[in-house]
């Protein structure tokens, strides 16, 4: 399996443009995880779909930010518009929860993301 | 609720010494515990993972770690340290009222000195 792919690997972008990024889970995994990797927050997870379905939006830090799983093979975060402070890198991971709780998650690369 | 704590952000050992990385959790109920690895410019990967069977875990690359309930803790250690145990360490908690949901620690940095 290729494992988790997200696109892009790099973003560099100016304050206010609008910011897409991508995810593709490993084949045959139900959940879905968004986190954000700065230095000072450490690793905050974003918002997480299982089986398609967002469950758990509490760490999205507002109205900016949007994550929809249009399918089962396929994710964005999306952040309108964007700023500064946003520079981070985000990452998403995907898991097969058949009991919930105990099943690894596999992350992607992460796409470091610079606003300007 | 369900927390980690990660004591030390930084830790240094020399090569060939014992690693011990620590790791307390908070949970109302029964935990899953995780040990995660993240190598510079990396995503995580997983080390190791508890979920209430045999409360000392092995891992990979020689990492091991014990569950204990009555300390709250899940210490990770590795005998011998290598130059290529150099990264980033998460200890995250979960539980089967989650649906998967992991509560990462801060993160624990290991430097390795030859």
């Known amino acids: 399996d290729a494992g988790v792919i997200q696109s892009p690997r790099h973003e560099v972008t100016e304050m206010g443009q609008e910011v897409t990024l991508r995810c593709k889970p490993i084949?045959?995994?139900?959940?879905l995880f968004w986190y954000r990797q700065t230095m000072m927050r450490g690793l905050e997870l974003l918002i997480y779909?299982?089986?398609?379905?967002?469950?758990?939006d509490s760490g999205m830090p507002e109205d900016r930010f949007s994550a929809k799983m249009p399918n089962a093979s396929f994710s964005t975060l999306k952040i309108q518009p964007s700023e500064p402070r946003d520079s981070a890198v985000y990452f998403c991971?995907?898991?097969?929860?058949?009991?919930?709780?105990?099943?690894?998650?596999?992350f992607g690369p992460g796409t470091r993301l610079t606003v300007l | 609720a369900q927390s980690v704590t990660q004591l030390g952000s930084h830790v240094s050992v020399s090569e060939g010494a014992l690693v011990l990385l620590r790791c307390n959790y908070s949970?109302?109920?029964?935990?899953?515990l995780f040990w995660y690895v993240q190598y510079p410019n990396q995503g995580l990967q997983l080390l190791l993972k508890y979920t209430s069977a045999a409360t000392l875990v092995k891992g990979i690359n020689g990492f091991e770690a014990e569950f204990k309930k009555s300390e709250t803790s899940f210490h990770l250690t590795k005998p011998s340290a290598h130059m290529s145990d150099a990264a980033e360490y998460f200890c995250?908690?979960?539980?089967?009222?989650?649906?998967?949901?992991?509560?990462f620690g801060q993160g624990t940095t290991l430097q390795v000195k030859p």
């Open positions: 995250a908690v979960s539980s089967s009222s989650n649906t998967g949901k992991l509560i």
């Open positions: 779909f299982n089986n398609n379905v967002p469950i758990d």
């Open positions: 991971a995907s898991s097969f929860e058949p009991t919930g709780g105990t099943d690894t998650q596999y």
């Open positions: 949970s109302s109920v029964p935990p899953y």
């Open positions: 084949s045959g995994h139900n959940s």
